[in-house]
């Protein structure tokens, strides 16, 4: 009788004394010797004895391996009996691992000489997971071995891919706490697209450096999990296209060992020769850990502020540390604030707001007023989602306190930090302010209107409405003041943008240089001398130049260090000139250039010759 005559096939069913046995995957017969010379333990001997009158189920003398051939008459009868019941749940391990040793010997050792075996590993596979689910705790060691015994099972029914065929599909293996052993599936599944030639979704790559021997995970990927796996998507997609593409040039063979439970089976190693091991292939390592150190990195400061933090997971202060790539500004705590701001703007460049309004979507350690790291987060958020807000402690404002402060459209190129450029453009800022509400130009902090980002009126316009007696629009005033500060320095059209809404707050809220030696010093005599010329420009675009002006031009001018007399001479100038050609820098005297005399108005061209006598 040959050994495959001994084995019961997958869905077939047996008698065995007055037992039927459905669903096969037994063997049943005498004299079957075990792959080690001993008879085979998982061999049931229909001319054994059973016992009489009930089957025994304690399953004393079922471990630790048990044969059945060794077991007493009773233990025979109750195993038949389960077996004879579907193989269900309520018996001592020791049934489950004896039938266990059956599926063992089917695959590890009947495969040499059967070829249907290979058709019967997935309904074996099938009933060793139903088999775990059903009996078998985790801490039971039988669990260790049928995990193994799946593992031997997943790498010999894997497929055998092609070059340019069909890659693996499904989901990847799931992400578990213990990363050790490297789950088998993967193992395959990654072999599949090296052979294939096709590139590994980022659900698999995810999955890969998770396992990965070499990776070893950081503090952020256990912390934050959801995060760290969408940033990883997304970075993986943009770094990739279609995705990692593992070599297969010299990797060896997909190899693992096994140790059986059954007591008729040595210890054997199994391979795929059609299946390489690029689970650590280099290159791919390499990729992956520089991938994994990006997200890690970009997701710790989001990371460490959890753990400071309890509680504070999906508040809208957490979204101020998420990488870009993760802000949701249609949903989550940013939508209820991009409303709110949307209404205040209500298609304009800039608003003036009270920042007390702000607490209804930051809470603050004190109730008077944010600290400077609270209006810097708070300020960073507001950016995230296009906009900005003045002061701002990130650009030599001071912190967000009850009161005045601009709400602004911000530019996609804006930075987060000021230049050099723009920090000299500021303090000038200030002193134009003080200048330009002495002259009467400022608004008033009851004034709530919003500002255009380009004025619809030319400064020639509102120089002449103010000569005509009338007070000029504070818009229009903005607009002046910003562009005669950019002929000074050089900004960019984003620094205009803050300045802008800078000086709308200054306007707002009457507020005066904070700290005014600090940021003069900082300032070079090109600078100040700049400056001078700037805020000469600013009074004398008012409609009187009053003794208040000549008051708030002299202080500013000698906390730039330049001389307070120029202010009469450089004012007396401009008056001369009647709103003439300005300097084209601080180190051109008005008075030796041009001086209009008349301003030009429409005509025809040339001039008439005088009558020639006759």
């Known amino acids: 009788m040959s050994r495959q005559n001994y084995w019961v096939a997958p869905g077939q069913s047996v008698r065995v004394a007055e ?19 001993t008879i085979e333990p998982a061999l049931i001997n229909p001319a054994l004895p059973l016992g009489r009158p009930g089957p025994d189920r304690s399953g004393h003398d079922l471990d630790p391996a048990p044969s059945y051939h060794l077991i007493s008459p009773a233990s025979r009868a109750a195993y038949l009996a389960w077996l004879a019941g579907g193989r269900s749940a309520g018996v001592p391990v020791g049934f489950v691992s004896l039938f266990f ?45 049928a995990r193994a015994f799946l593992d031997v099972l997943e790498l010999l029914s894997g497929p055998r891919w092609q070059p340019g065929g069909s890659p693996p599909s499904g989901p990847p293996p799931a992400l578990h706490a213990d990363r050790w052993p490297v789950p088998i599936a993967l193992r395959v599944a990654i072999a599949g697209f090296a052979v294939t030639g096709r590139p590994v979704p980022a659900d698999w790559a995810r999955s890969w450096a998770w396992y990965h021997p070499s990776l070893f995970p950081r503090t952020p990927q256990t912390r934050c999990p959801q995060e760290f796996e969408r940033l990883f998507a997304v970075r993986y997609t943009r770094r990739f296209a279609a995705g990692l593409v593992p070599q297969a040039t010299a990797r060896p063979p997909i190899r693992i060992g096994y140790s059986p439970a ?76 991009l409303t709110w701001a949307n209404a205040h703007l209500d298609g304009q460049f800039a608003a003036v707001i009270d920042a007390s309004e702000f607490s209804a979507f930051w809470s603050t350690a004190n109730p008077a007023g944010m600290s400077r790291d609270e209006s810097a987060s708070l300020a960073l958020i507001l950016a995230r989602a296009g906009l900005g807000v003045e002061p701002d402690v990130r650009f030599g404002g001071p912190a967000l306190t009850p009161g005045p402060a601009v709400l602004f459209r911000l530019d996609r190129e804006a930075e987060d930090a000021p230049s050099p450029g723009y920090l000299a453009a500021a303090t000038m800022l200030h002193l134009a302010a003080v200048v330009a509400l002495a002259t009467g130009q400022g608004s008033t902090p009851a004034d709530r209107t919003g500002v255009r980002q380009e004025g619809s009126r030319s400064r020639l316009d509102a120089e002449q409405s103010t000569a005509n007696g009338a007070r000029s629009d504070p818009v229009d005033n903005t607009n002046a003041i910003i562009t005669g500060l950019a002929a000074e320095v050089r900004l960019s059209v984003t620094e205009r943008s803050r300045l802008a809404a800078r000086l709308r707050w200054l306007f707002a809220s009457g507020t005066a240089l904070t700290r005014p030696d600090r940021r003069i010093s900082a300032l070079t005599a090109t600078e100040r001398e700049a400056a001078g010329y700037f805020l000469i420009s600013v009074a004398a675009a008012g409609p009187v130049i009053a003794p208040e002006t000549v008051t708030a031009l002299t202080r500013a001018y000698r906390l730039l260090g330049l001389d307070p007399d120029l202010v009469y001479r450089r004012l007396h100038q401009r008056s001369v000139g009647q709103g003439g050609a300005e300097p084209s820098g601080p180190g051109l005297v008005p008075a030796d250039g041009p001086v209009v005399v008349r301003r030009v108005r429409p005509g025809p061209p040339g001039h008439p010759l005088p009558r020639t006598a006759p």
């Open 262 to 337: 059954s007591t008729g089976i040595d210890a054997v190693v199994l391979d795929r020769p059609d299946l390489p091991d690029v689970l650590e292939e280099p290159m791919a390592t390499r990729e992956l850990g520089a991938l994994v150190d990006s997200v890690t990195d970009a997701l710790t400061p989001y990371s460490r502020w959890l753990a400071r933090t309890p509680g504070g997971l999906g508040s809208l202060a957490s979204t101020a540390l998420l990488p870009a790539e993760l802000l949701d500004l249609d949903g989550g705590p940013l939508r209820n604030l």
């Open 101 to 145: 040793s059956g599926l063992e010997r089917r695959v590890l050792v009947d495969a040499a000489d059967d070829p249907a075996v290979r058709h019967e590993l997935p309904a074996i596979a099938t009933e060793v997971r139903r088999l775990r689910a059903l009996h078998v705790p985790a801490s039971n060691s039988f669990d260790s071995y």
């Open 19 to 37: 037992f039927d046995i459905p669903g096969g995957m037994i063997y049943v017969g005498q004299h079957l010797p075990s792959s080690v010379g």
